[in-house]
């Protein structure tokens, strides 16, 4: 997936006074042949996942296209906002292969082609519909990560072009119980612990339910791999491989690769601690630190009305129902001052005490919820509850 619209879209004119003459061509019988291009993920959230393409190459005419679904541009009005409404739209650019693999190279990544092994008929109808796709009042469509993305589409038009005769090693639509969008996700974001935490909190239980081979092909690698091990049903009866022998066209690089930092579950596990540490010494002293609870409870009431906004507007899937909700929720933010004002007068919070109660519910079953929970979460609702208990145990013990 590529921000760069404006490079992309710049030659877009003339890119398609070429993809006319197709047609012409085609009606002299002049075959283009199709690749898929698989390229490696790169650091960006939205390329951890890799990206597919297609290429088109007609030797007579020295037409060597490649067709990429995953155009969007960070300059639309309101993108941030649309994304998280799930009403981003992403664009087919055609741009010349040259130009496409020495971007690739620029960002470090590796990139893989796979000859498909078309008849005449299924690459001219392959070409008819990337040239139907391309016309400006086609090339834009509803970007979804998972049902509708970059990978999805070219393997459609390729199934659309040879007409459902694509046959899979697998069955492609039995729901495998290794297979959920978060187990995909989790393994794709491996070197990214930060950003798979913010997909995690983010997704919902949906997220956890077994899915098919056939959905899994939203991440491009395993496309790939499907592919490499698919047959074409001939007319005559016999199949042959989908497609040709892979090969390696750009090797990856470290170039531009950034530092460690550290992982989430050690940031929550430092803030336990000093949380902790504060909780002992405000104790001893006998002076309430409230200014801890105000951080606290804005962080939880924060990112609570995130995960409510995403659970009650966005038609992303997989997004609702979300149970960290349980601890993760807007009335923080309405209960944060209440309880300020409570430690300060230094009187008894119910909030406090109805929190400490869910909490404890929360880190008891949390192997119980229907949910994935990211463990890195446990820490922090220990700091919460932590809080909630000292306030709690304060006002119980208190002469």
């Known amino acids: ?199 995690d909190l983010c997704l919902g239980s949906e997220a956890d339910r077994p899915i098919s081979r056939r959905e899994a092909m939203f991440i491009p690698l395993l496309l790939e791999q499907a592919f490499a091990q698919a047959h074409v049903a001939g007319v005559d009866g016999g199949i042959c491989p989908l497609t040709k022998e892979e090969q390696t066209l750009l090797e990856a690089s470290e170039c531009g690769r950034g530092g460690a930092w550290p992982t989430p579950m050690t940031c929550s596990l430092m803030l336990l601690v000093l949380v902790a540490v504060l909780t002992g010494w405000e104790w001893k002293r006998r002076r309430w630190l409230w200014g801890v609870d105000a951080l606290l409870l804005t962080a939880a009431g924060v990112t609570g009305s995130i995960l409510a906004f995403l659970v009650c507007f966005s038609s992303h899937p997989a997004v609702s129902p979300n149970w960290l909700l349980l601890m993760l929720h807007p009335l923080h933010l309405l209960a944060m001052p209440w309880v300020v004002w409570s430690e300060i007068r230094g009187r008894r919070n119910g909030y406090m005490q109805v929190l400490s109660a869910i909490l404890i519910f929360f880190i008891l079953f949390w192997s119980l919820i229907p949910q994935n929970i990211p463990l890195s979460i446990v820490p922090l609702a220990l700091c919460l509850l932590l809080r909630c208990s000292r306030h709690v145990i304060r006002f119980n013990t208190k002469k």
């Open 1 to 199: 997936m590529n921000r760069n619209l404006r490079h992309r879209l710049c030659m877009g004119g003339w890119m398609l006074l070429l993809l006319l003459p197709l047609r012409l061509l085609a009606t002299e019988r002049e075959v283009p042949r199709f690749s898929l291009l698989t390229c490696g993920p790169g650091e960006e959230i939205y390329s951890l996942f890799g990206h597919t393409a297609l290429r088109m190459q007609q030797s007579d005419s020295e037409v060597d296209l490649v067709f990429n679904y995953g155009i969007f541009n960070f300059h639309t009005p309101h993108f941030v906002l649309r994304f998280a409404l799930g009403e981003t739209d992403y664009l087919l650019g055609a741009t010349e292969y040259k130009r496409f693999l020495a971007q690739y190279a620029w960002e470090g990544r590796w990139v893989k082609e796979q000859p498909l092994q078309l008849d005449s008929a299924s690459a001219l109808r392959l070409a008819d519909l990337l040239s139907e796709n391309y016309l400006p009042e086609n090339r834009m469509y509803r970007y979804n990560f998972f049902f509708d993305n970059c990978s999805t589409r070219p393997r459609d038009l390729i199934e659309k072009a040879l007409q459902g005769r694509v046959v899979y090693a697998e069955p492609m639509d039995e729901p495998q119980e290794q297979l959920t969008f978060r187990t995909l996700i989790h393994r794709y974001s491996e070197g990214s612990p930060w950003s798979r935490l913010g997909m």
